[in-house]
């Protein structure tokens, strides 16, 4: 759909991975007007930049966002690809307003609601969505000596393959899902040891994405009900048993260890005073919220979130914010778990809108 620049919309989404889709799918049902920023040249979101052999831990048909399911996969679960090419087809089906390679550089108050600024060029809106997600943001930890350190150092955003770490020494230091699928290819090549702040927690086997949010949303609807959810242990945080990590464990090697005290020239110093020399740190320590465009309004917190009741900015109400976590919707960073916050979203900018009409 072709867009017309420096107009004004109802809302403006900031966004064009799987939340800000999302959203679109609704607003296209609402009847206001709407358009997409998108920062990346093609479709896919963050997809586009996991590593090869990333895949869901859920089948399609618990990996769909709003209206349309994900097409099932012959084999196992849905890997990056099968990702973006669903949302490609996703978007192309709903014939969504989206404006590409277009970096939201700041959020402006004006007049009538917020303007949206991209290197000269704006946008005007009654209401934005912001969706930017956290792919963007990764988080590396400070270690002492840290700059010292000669070796390679890659966070997992920009991880691809493990082929380049062949026959080296790796630390992989994360104890999260990424960090275990990580570890569990790479030791497959290297000599690698994985670091974990505690001991990981590993889900049974027949545990999925699927059955996480399950258990997330009973949990939820146990705490708005006031009383204590009866449920099994296991979060979405913890680790799900794909199948690589499956061959990691079967190999022995599905081990972890405590961090190392300080980095050195050549390798890092354990709490026993033991070095070890290595050659590159993969760091799987995750993201924090992409929201550098919304600084200008003087929002974002020391904690690098934004203060928000129900999704809409405590300070700013005609600000939204969709998929950086629970804090803006349970799950609302996943797949399956987006389709509900931004039905909820949508219905509040939606009577906004009417009120102030």
């Known amino acids: 759909m072709v867009v017309n620049q420096n107009s004004t919309f109802d809302v403006v989404v900031i966004g064009g991975g799987q939340s800000a889709l999302t959203v679109a799918y609704f607003l296209r049902r609402s009847g206001l007007s709407y358009v997409l920023l998108d920062a990346e040249a093609a479709p896919g979101g963050a997809w586009r930049h996991g590593w090869d052999s990333l895949r869901l831990f859920s089948p399609s048909a618990w990996s769909s966002i709003a209206g349309w399911p994900m097409p099932a996969v012959s084999e196992g679960t849905p890997g990056r690809d099968d990702v973006i ?3 490609t087809l996703y978007e192309r089906r709903y014939d ?3 404006i590409r390679s277009t970096r939201v550089n700041r959020v402006e108050k004006i007049e009538d609601g917020l303007r949206v600024v991209s290197e000269g060029r704006a946008w005007d809106a009654k209401a934005v969505i912001s969706a930017t997600g956290t792919w963007s943001h990764p988080v590396i930890p400070t270690y ?9 150092q890659i966070h997992s955003a920009h991880y691809v393959e493990p082929s380049e ?10 104890g999260g899902n990424s960090g275990a699928q990580i570890y569990a290819e790479v030791s497959k090549v290297a000599h690698t040891t994985w670091v974990t702040q505690q001991v990981p927690k590993f889900l049974p086997d027949a545990v999925d994405g699927r059955v996480l949010f399950e258990r997330a949303s009973d949990r939820l609807k146990a705490q708005q009900d006031g009383v204590q959810p ?11 048993m794909v199948p690589p990590v499956k061959e990691a464990r079967e ?4 081990n972890a260890v ?8 050549t390798g890092v110093v354990w709490p026993s005073g033991v070095e070890t020399t290595i050659d590159a740190v993969i760091w799987c320590t995750g993201f924090s919220p992409a929201l550098d465009h919304l600084s200008n309004l003087g929002i974002v917190g020391d904690d690098g979130k934004v203060a928000v009741n129900e999704n809409r900015s405590v300070a700013s109400p005609n600000l ?3 998929g950086y976590g629970d804090w803006t919707g349970l799950a609302s960073a996943t797949l399956i778990g987006v389709t509900r916050t931004a039905r909820d979203v949508v219905k509040q900018v939606e009577s906004y809108l009417t009120d102030t009409a």
């Open 165 to 174: 770490f062949e026959g080296k020494t790796v630390l992989v230091v994360g």
């Open 85 to 87: 090419d669903y949302l």
């Open 251 to 254: 190999r022995g090697v599905l």
């Open 144 to 152: 002492p000596g840290q700059e010292l350190f000669r070796g390679q």
């Open 320 to 322: 939204w914010l969709v």
């Open 230 to 240: 009866q449920q099994p242990e296991g979060g979405l945080g913890d680790i799900v």
């Open 96 to 98: 969504f307003p989206i």
């Open 258 to 265: 405590r961090p190392f005290t300080h980095f050195t020239s």
